[in-house]
């Protein structure tokens, strides 16, 4: 299956920072997804995006559906170390039941 | 909220052995499906069901079967476990069409 390429992999930014992070497929899909995976537990659902163009906020966090479709943007506003946690993007093609996700972005928040 | 109950958050097996994991979703949801979470390869998806005695396999289904008799409980099955299926686990559910997967809280399963 396709395994999306997001970078970074890792993060180490001191607090209040800004943090940004992208995903690129080789397909187009239809959904976005952003989701947040602290020590220990499942990944939970931080934004989810569904047309090309579309910018979503939750919070601190902001991301966008890419024009092109192949790739999606995640930003963190003055980071605080409750942040620390690994980031998946995850993405859909049209008509699948299924997702592919990225490897993550483990972000370290320094206080 | 959406609630995906996983039955164990760590689990230690014999090599050989029969494993089950189960997976209760509380919110009516057709789709469930199981990944392994390994450092450096992110999720990778093992089954997935769309509707009960329904399945798909993902990538790596290998080692593993599935089953599904009822719509809220989808089980993953290690036959004969081998060292190399020691990872995290984790089932998740959604409804059809592009809605988001709703994950439980992972199983860690270590194979000795």
């Known amino acids: 299956g396709q395994q999306l390429n997001q970078s970074p992999q890792s993060m180490f930014i001191q607090e209040g920072e800004d943090v940004s992070m992208n995903c690129t497929s080789s397909s187009i899909f239809n959904t976005w997804l952003w989701y947040k995976q602290d020590p220990g537990e499942g990944p939970v659902l931080l934004i989810a995006l569904y047309k090309a163009g579309e910018l979503t906020s939750n919070g601190r966090l902001t991301a966008q559906f890419g024009i092109t479709r192949k790739d999606s943007f995640l930003n963190i506003s003055a980071s605080i170390p409750s942040d620390v946690g690994i980031y998946f993007c995850a993405g859909r093609e049209t008509g699948a039941n299924n997702l592919f996700f990225g490897t993550g972005t483990r972000l370290t928040v320094i206080p | 909220d959406v609630k995906v109950t996983q039955s164990s958050r760590y689990l230690v097996k014999r090599t050989g052995e029969k494993v089950f994991l189960e997976c209760v979703q509380d919110?009516?949801?057709?789709?469930m499906f199981w990944y392994r979470q390994d450092p450096g390869l992110g999720l990778r998806l093992i089954y997935f069901s769309y509707d009960v005695k329904m399945k798909e396999k993902g990538d790596i289904p290998e080692g593993y079967s599935v089953s599904r008799e009822k719509k809220e409980r989808f089980s993953l099955i290690l036959e004969s476990a081998s060292t190399n299926q020691t990872s995290m686990y984790l089932c998740?559910?959604?409804?059809?069409?592009?809605?988001?997967?709703?994950f439980g809280d992972g199983t860690r399963l270590s194979i000795l």
């Open positions: 919110m009516d949801h057709e789709n």
């Open positions: 998740a559910s959604s409804v059809v069409g592009g809605s988001p997967q709703h």
